[in-house]
């Protein structure tokens, strides 16, 4: 670590140093140290202050402690700072803890947190190994990734049922890849908004169906499971191959309609989404359908457009979600709408197709991006 950083830090955790600081004997016993503070689910459940008397490093050490017989609820000693100096490290927040007659639980705890603060980037707070009843002093670590777009980190004590927990000799610390993470929500998928065009779903992080798949690449690039790579070039163009064809196409969103047009493979594609039309063009294929209504659905606000005339009135497609917001992820809005097919129903029918085997209409799957 650089003198910078260590400076940093000491500047930052100055309350975690007061833990093994002098102590006089003016101090308040349940004065907290700076920086630190007690949130609770209930007033006047617990308190916090600092323990001369029994540490189990240092002068000193902080205890929680409940106030009450059968409090329900929990009791929290923690400090709060912003993320800049920890984005894209591993955070290792470690204490000396010891309990006493814990009749519930009693732990260390870390949060990230991001621009929603009911949605944390990561968290963890030793509930899957937590004390209980009376430990003796011993070292425990919390270990959190802070992504780029964290905000703030939380982190403190915890005790939740009746007793009294004490920590010291808090420490805070950058470490490596070879120190695993603790982050109980690691797994959890992130909820991004998501859209679908037909049976073919996207967000920012993918393009999904039965038959396709497209997932973004460290590079920068999205790679497919046909190996076709893409690229978003200067924000609107989107290049590279599909179906194994050369992809050229701009796309223009934020106004009145979402406009797609270029060049795949030895045509030319058009693609125009508006409130009341869409008309989707590949070579000499066509689609042209209008809103038929609006419909909520499980992926969230969807509209029906479909054949307007004609005995082909089942032709029919939904777009959903995240396909009608005013600023949709570009390149897997395009995949997502050249994933779906550019003939009517009245040019399906009229191409001969091998037997398939019976299907659920309901959950029939989608065609595969076409040729």
Known sequence: MTDRMKRILTLLW??????????????DKKALPPGWFVTESTPKLYEAGLDTESPCEGNRSAYLRSLQASPSGYGTFMQAFGAQTFRGKRLRFSAVMRTEDVQGWSGLWMRVEGEDPKEPLAFDNMQSRA???TTPCKRYEVVLDVPQEAKAIMAGLMLSGTGKAWMGAVRFEPVDASVPVTNLIAERPRRLPSGRIGDVLFNA?????????ALPQPDGTWKDNQ?????????NRVKGTLSNLALNVTIKTGGPSTLIQGQWGTEQVFIELGAEKLVMKKGIHSRELVREDERPRDDGRCIRYR???GIY???HLDICGLALSK????LPLVVAFLANDFRSVSAQRGAVTPPQPPVDRISQPPRAVQQ
């Open 327 to 330: 600023n949709p992820p570009p």
């Open 307 to 309: 054949d307007a005339g």
């Open 205 to 213: 992080e993918k393009v999904d169906s039965a038959v396709y798949r």
């Open 313 to 315: 009135v089942s032709d």
């Open 14 to 27: 100055v309350a975690a140093l007061a833990f093994g600081g002098p102590a006089s004997a003016a101090d």
């Open 131 to 133: 004390l209980v009843g």
């Open 227 to 235: 190996s076709n790579v893409l690229t978003l070039v200067e924000g």
